[in-house]
């Protein structure tokens, strides 16, 4: 049995409680900073084991599914422009890069990827050659102060350190560098309507639930000054959106409405979506 946090784990506050009990795991929430997070200690050793498993079984149909990898372009494409016009080049460090897929859109820029799947890892190896480390940022070696843009999307929700992940990244971005950081915004109306059935509560998947506050205060205790913020539109097939409603869990009713739509017509229809449930924080390191 896994121990659990006394702590939150970003602002350190004591008056943490049990927001919800979700696939067996306790959701707590800090008093003081309102962030949800994973009440269990989970070792890295697990969460490697756990997406070896994922990887293996092709689970996660968000984006393992190679027919998505057109859908995820449409936000690459909007995010990399936007990268560009802050900075036109550089050397880029895609944290949590699954198969290269973002890094493929960086052209013209010296591209490198942390991916803690081996399986993805070597997908993106076979693009991207030694510029892909398969394991954590906690166990990257790479020189200090090195990169221009960091970017983690849909990832610093997974981690079970937050602030030491950003610290890590913190001392491989040069003074003045982007880091760029996409997550689930617990705060927007559709999570606070459906609380506990909020499609990014699937533990031990994600580990930690911000709103744009906590974020950016949490960016800001590791050294780094919020420059603006973005809801971007994804573009989804319709089977998806039902897989994400079903939380993973394959007894749930969304999980067979997935099954019924995955095996018609309908499978891949696109449907543009923007809940304002997704938020990209684009933040630079502070210059001492």
Not at 216 to 231: A, D, H, P, R, V
Request: charged letters at 25%.
């Amino acid at each position: 049995m896994n121990s659990m946090h006394k702590n939150c784990i970003v602002c350190k506050n004591k008056d943490i409680f049990t927001k919800y009990i979700i696939n067996g795991f306790h959701i707590f929430q800090c008093r003081q900073c309102s962030l949800l997070f994973v009440g269990e200690k989970l070792s890295q050793e697990e969460l490697k084991m756990w997406y070896e498993q994922k990887a293996d079984v092709d689970c996660d149909y968000t984006y393992a599914d190679q027919e998505n990898i057109e859908n995820l372009k449409f936000y690459y494409l909007k995010l990399a422009d936007w990268i560009s016009k802050k900075m036109p080049t550089g050397k880029i460090l895609d944290i949590g890069c699954s198969g290269g897929y973002f890094l493929d859109y960086m052209k013209g820029w010296d591209c490198h990827g942390i991916e803690i799947s081996s399986l993805y890892a070597e997908k993106a190896k076979a693009k991207h050659g030694n510029n892909i480390h398969t394991g954590t940022v906690e166990d990257y070696e790479y020189k200090k102060e090195y990169f221009d843009v960091i970017t983690l999307q849909d990832v610093l929700d997974h981690m079970p350190d937050p602030l030491q992940a950003l610290a890590k990244c913190n001392s491989l971005l040069k003074p003045g560098g982007i880091i760029v950081i996409k997550v689930h915004d617990i705060s927007c109306l559709f999570a606070k309507l459906l609380g506990p059935r909020f499609y990014a509560f699937v533990p031990i998947f994600h580990l930690v639930y911000f709103n744009k506050k906590n974020l950016i205060e949490t960016l800001s205790m590791s050294g780094f000054k919020t420059e603006e913020y973005k809801y971007l539109a994804h573009l989804l097939f319709l089977k998806t959106i039902f897989y994400r409603l079903s939380q993973d869990n394959k007894k749930n009713f969304f999980y067979k409405l997935y099954n019924v739509i995955n095996r018609s017509s309908l499978r891949n229809i696109k449907i543009k979506k923007n809940l304002y449930d997704i938020i990209t924080v684009f933040a630079r390191k502070e210059i001492v």
